[in-house]
């Protein structure tokens, strides 16, 4: 399950909001066939992507 919370600039997680994060951090990943695991070439093709895209978002590029 995925849960997405949207912070103000200034505003902290609550306690509550951490111990999550440090639950969800202690369990292991499951994959299934909706979420299988990255091969070796997934994984670098998924992180050049990510390069590309936060290259753009640098240079203002929509």
């Known amino acids: 399950m995925i849960?997405?919370?949207i912070l103000d600039?200034?505003?902290?997680?609550t306690k509550e909001q951490l111990k999550q994060i440090e639950d969800a951090?202690?369990?292991e990943i499951v994959f299934d066939e909706?979420?299988?695991e990255l091969t070796p070439e997934m994984e670098e093709?998924?992180?050049?992507?990510?390069k590309n895209?936060?290259?753009?978002?640098?240079?203002?590029?929509?």
């Open 3 to 5: 849960r997405t919370v």
């Open 9 to 13: 600039k200034n505003q902290k997680p």
């Open 25 to 27: 951090a202690k369990r």
């Open 34 to 36: 909706d979420s299988p």
């Open 45 to 50: 093709a998924f992180r050049l992507a990510a």
């Open 53 to 62: 895209r936060n290259t753009h978002k640098k240079m203002g590029v929509s």
